[in-house]
Nanobody
Framework: QVQLVESGGGSVQAGESLRLSCAAS????????MGWFRQGTGKKREGVAR???????NYDNSVKGRFTISRDNTKNTIYLQMDSLKPEDTEIYYC?????????????????WGAGVQVTSSS
């Protein structure tokens, strides 16, 4: 089992930045694909960014150039640096993980999830 705990959400003005963190604990000895997803009220959960065990990265087109995912393997933690936030980025952000050397973009593939943090960007 892997436990995920997110932190760093909050409310900012449009154009400002936030940094999310996701700390993994438990059975973290295996290769883990880890990623960030988001979900707004009445909307489907969608992928934001994923980082492979080997360090490869994928971004959703809506956040390319504005968001940066990174990983600190010594701390079993991933980060999401969110710059130039827009009002449409206002959603709950979730950290997810799966024991695999691969990553996928669709939420059902991931076994482990954090509780989520609210990110609000106001115009």
């Amino acid at each position: 089992q892997v436990q995920l705990v997110e932190s760093g959400g909050g409310s900012v003005q449009a154009g400002e930045s936030l940094r999310l963190s996701c700390a993994a604990s438990g059975n973290t000895g295996r290769a883990l694909c880890m990623g960030w997803f988001r979900q707004g009220t009445g909307k489907k959960r969608e992928g934001v960014a994923r980082i492979y065990p080997n360090g490869d990265i994928n971004y959703d087109n809506s956040v390319k150039g504005r968001f940066t995912i990174s990983r600190d393997n010594t701390k079993n933690t991933i980060y999401l640096q969110m710059d130039s936030l827009k009002p449409e980025d206002t959603e709950i952000y979730y950290c997810a993980a799966e024991e695999s050397v691969r990553c996928a973009s669709y939420p059902p593939w991931y076994k482990y999830w954090g509780a989520g943090v609210q990110v609000t960007s106001s115009s």
